[in-house]
């Protein structure tokens, strides 16, 4: 698995015209889903996103995790993070997850945040979506 996580001042997801999903500050997480991925994938990357350390203390320094600061967090499905990128001018999909298990570990991502955190947003798996964000920093970080 690979997470794209982007601090944010805010943040939505709009499919066909509508907004789906949106949070205030906190949290934008873009997610790949790799072929080896499973449930405790899934439940070990919630974990490090809503504990990692983004968000500025009194002294300015990065010291505060998502749950310090009661941000929400906006997960969206992004298989193109998969890709190998090393060679060529096309990039390869190869690693990433079939469809099905894509799904199936990004709901478990999901259903585990909501299940662990209060504020959690999601993107549609396989639609067209619009992301919008103002990126607080900007700070973005990659976690696989």
């Given at each position: 698995?690979?997470?794209?996580?982007?601090?944010?001042?805010?943040?939505?997801?709009?499919?066909s015209g509508q907004c789906i999903a949106s949070i205030d500050q906190g949290i934008l997480a873009l997610i790949g889903v790799q072929s080896g991925d499973n449930e405790d994938t899934a439940?070990?990357?919630?974990?490090?996103?809503?504990?990692?350390r983004l968000f500025a203390d009194e002294e300015g320094k990065t010291n505060l995790s998502l749950i310090d600061i009661q941000g929400g967090l906006l997960l969206v499905p992004q298989f193109t993070l998969a890709a190998n990128t090393k060679k060529g001018r096309r990039?390869?999909?190869?690693?990433a997850?079939?469809?099905?298990?894509?799904?199936?570990?990004?709901?478990?991502?999901?259903?585990?945040?909501?299940?662990?955190?209060?504020?959690?947003?999601?993107?549609?798996?396989?639609?067209?979506?619009?992301?919008?964000?103002?990126?607080?920093?900007p700070v973005t970080f990659i976690l696989d």
């Open positions: 698995m690979i997470a794209l996580l982007q601090r944010v001042s805010e943040a939505k997801v709009i499919v439940e070990q990357f919630i974990s490090r996103i809503i504990n990692y990039p390869s999909f190869t690693s997850a079939p469809p099905e298990l894509g799904k199936s570990v990004f709901q478990s991502m999901v259903d585990l945040a909501r299940n662990g955190y209060a504020q959690v947003e999601a993107g549609r798996f396989g639609a067209d979506m619009a992301v919008h964000l103002i990126n607080d920093g």
